[in-house]
């Protein structure tokens, strides 16, 4: 093994670039060392004025979130080793404004993140009667909305969805999972709520199932697979609006 | 790429627009391109299915001049890239059924590889008839 590996990565610094460059850093390469401790060497030994996102450095925060070699990955798991002899190539996430450096301005998802109603809804008769009761659940019911609710907000579906990209408007991976998170969730009332709003053109409509999403997601959340069962779920309540009467539904 | 302007929090961002060839930039978002060009020879396929029946409904001199037509170089070599289009299609569906449709038996979720089996069974028994219909 080499002693060290060179990382290309992209910088923009907003008050005197209008776009980006690259900026070449040679980190020591060790076994167990990860791109973010790479670039960790680098603000702490050589370069101060570089900026980039991260907090646990065990895949949990969701913030490292980065572009190495062209593929949406947590920094903190990914290892230096696997890219000998480099050069690696660290850029920010696609699809996001870039701030500076690698860091990317998620305010977009902050704003469409509520409109899926990421929370568990009761009906109003409920919380007359059961002011602050227990809701219980069986090991199946969590099974059935478990993957969907280890989503850790990290950005990378966001990132390899080319329709996000080209469709800004698009609601997105993550935020389509986290609205089947609720959905499938047996304490949960707010179905209709949600599907009212990822009916719409922007929601899951929007995607034609490239699977990226998926394909990234450094926690199996499988998004796409909760896209297109949303697809299914709207068809049904198409069809059933059209054949059954009002109180059938 | 073009740079922007500012922001409601007066940051000026950067913001890289998507070039008109970012489907060959990947290996996988050219495959998903591909299998959404497959269409378009699958509606073939069906077009040229329906002037098939169609000439066989007109009579047998009707039938041969469509397989004169059939046989030339262009609609073979038309039909061929069709044919490779159409298995691009049903591989690639195939292979993404079992994330559309969870499918549930006796409270357990089926594994995908069972469903994308069944498919493929699905595929055999249906040209099977498909071939026993035309070479009885």
Redesign the interface.
Known sequence: MADSIPLRVSR?R??T????HWQEYDVPLRKEWTVLDGLNHVKNEVDTTLSFRWSCRMGICGSCGMNVD?EPRLTCGTFLSDYEPGPITIEPL??F???RDLVV?LSDFMNKLPRVKPWIIRDDSDRMVEPDVEYLQTP?ELDAYKQFSMCINCMLCYSAC?VY??DPDFIGPAAIALAERYDLDSRDRGNRERLDVLIEHDGVWGC?????C??VCPKHV?P??AI??Y??KAAMETVKAFLLPRGAR | ?T??GG?PTG??????R?STL??T??R??FV?VMR?LSSIFVAWFVVYLVVLIYAVGQGEAAYRRFLDWASAPWVTVLNVVTLMFVLLHAVTWFK?TP????VRVA?RRVPGFHIIAGQYTGLVVVSGFVLWLVRR
């Open positions: 923009f907003p008050d670039d209008s776009e980006p062209g696609s699809n404004p870039v701030v301005d199946e080319p990209g080209l034609t199932f490239v699977g990226e998926t394909r499988d796409a697979s297109q069962r697809k299914v | 790429m740079p922007s922001t940051l000026r961002l950067y913001r890289p998507v970012w489907w930039r990947k996988t978002y998903f959404e993404l994330q559309a449709m969870a409270g």
